[in-house]
């Protein structure tokens, strides 16, 4: 499995509740870019209309070498998942807070792009300086175990 991108400011600003590998529908000259990096989904969020999960904001760059038109670089695209599961994320969307966040795109073993999407519900600011604190702590007792051997 290849990480093309992480979206650590979902992961810094979001509690995950749960997360779904899904399929993205992409042209060929998306795919090339994706390949070599060219993507930033750092102000990605997904949205369920018409039965169909699309995702907005998600810039793939257009990819040089490219014969055909060129794309819009933040264009919606289809977000490929069974309708089991759209049910579902169309449930826990509705609940007040919720949204759905792009948390990482990836490339199978068998070459096929893959996005890990999740509905992901925001911090607040209390919680960011909880973790800050934990974090703190956990590096002086780890300093304290060093000193002691």
């Given at each position: 499995?290849?990480?093309?991108?992480n979206?650590r400011k979902?992961?810094?600003?979001?509690?995950?509740?749960?997360?779904?590998e899904a399929?993205?529908?992409?042209?060929?000259?998306?795919?090339k870019?994706?390949?070599?990096g060219m993507?930033?989904?750092?102000?990605?969020?997904?949205?369920i209309?018409?039965?169909?999960?699309?995702?907005?904001?998600?810039?793939?760059?257009?990819?040089?070498?490219?014969?055909?038109g060129?794309?819009?670089?933040?264009?919606?695209?289809?977000?490929l998942?069974?309708?089991?599961?759209?049910?579902?994320?169309?449930?826990?969307?509705?609940?007040?807070?919720?949204?759905?966040i792009?948390?990482?795109?990836?490339?199978?073993?068998?070459?096929?792009?893959?996005?890990?999407i999740?509905?992901?519900?925001?911090?607040?600011?209390y919680?960011?300086?909880?973790?800050?604190?934990?974090?703190?702590?956990?590096k002086?007792?780890?300093?304290?175990?060093?000193?002691?051997?």
């Amino acid at each position: 499995m290849k990480i093309v991108a992480n979206n650590r400011k979902a992961l810094h600003d979001y509690h995950v509740l749960e997360s779904y590998e899904a399929g993205i529908v992409l042209s060929g000259s998306e795919v090339k870019s994706l390949r070599q990096g060219m993507v930033s989904i750092s102000d990605a969020y997904g949205d369920i209309s018409d039965g169909e999960v699309y995702v907005y904001n998600l810039h793939i760059a257009n990819y040089k070498y490219s014969s055909t038109g060129k794309l819009d670089p933040k264009r919606r695209r289809k977000i490929l998942l069974n309708k089991k599961e759209i049910k579902k994320l169309y449930g826990l969307v509705q609940q007040r807070g919720n949204t759905l966040i792009p948390l990482k795109i990836y490339f199978t073993e068998r070459g096929y792009a893959k996005m890990r999407i999740g509905v992901c519900r925001r911090k607040r600011l209390y919680d960011k300086k909880e973790k800050i604190l934990k974090k703190e702590e956990e590096k002086k007792i780890a300093k304290a175990r060093k000193v002691m051997r």
